[in-house]
Every structure is written in C-alpha cells, then in structure tokens.
C-alpha cells in the first residue's frame, strides 16, 4: 500500500512539474521582445544625406523607394528574427532596448547591396 502511494505521488508531482515546465516555456515563447527604433532621426539623416548629393528628382525619388525598401525590410526582417515588437523611440519611457544604429547599419548594408 505505501508503495502504491509513493508511486502515485511521484506520478503526481512529476506531472505537476512537467505541467509548470510547459506554461513557463509558453510564457517564455508566447511574449515578444520589445524594442526602441528612432524613426525620425532615420529619416532625418537620410533625407540629409540626400540633400548634399545634386541628384534630379527623378533620381531623388528612385533612392527615397530603395530607402524607404531597405528600411520596411530591415524592420520587418529584425521582428522576424527576434520574435519582437518594434515601438517608435517616442512611444519608450524607459526598459526597452534602442535597436536603432543595428537598423541603420543595416540599411546601410541593404541599399549598398542594391544596385
């Protein structure tokens, strides 16, 4: 009799225990990283970089569309990586990480890439 106890509670505690592994993993999966991006000061550099360069319109325009590409797909492609939310620097009082200069450098990266 004490055996078939011991062994109920194990089974019993063992199954507690998976049970508290498995929220705890959901928990940790389900909730998405939170990140900082300072949008204006982004554009703002690049619409400064641009303004030094004597570009026409047409060609002022052709590179406003790879930026504005370059930049929706660096985005896209960090919250893809990170299971993340990316929140207009703004919108952050404090806590979550600045991932700025990474989305910078990457854009940097992706309109060099381009032809």
Do not use: Y
């Not at 930026?67 to 993340?84: I, K, M, P």
């Amino acid at each position: 009799m004490k055996k078939n106890t011991l062994i109920t509670a194990s089974l019993i505690a063992g199954t507690l225990l998976a049970s508290a592994g498995v929220s705890w993993l959901t928990c940790r999966l389900s909730v998405p990283v939170v990140a900082a991006f300072d949008m204006k000061s982004t554009v703002d550099a690049f619409f400064d970089s641009v303004s030094r360069k004597s570009l026409d319109e047409t060609q002022a325009k052709a590179l406003s569309g790879r930026f504005n590409t370059a930049l929706e797909a660096s985005l896209q492609d960090w919250q893809v990586r990170h299971r993340g939310l990316i929140l207009v620097a703004p919108a952050v009082v404090q806590g979550a990480p600045d991932i700025t200069r990474e989305i910078q450098k990457d854009v940097s990266r992706r309109m060099k890439a381009e032809p």
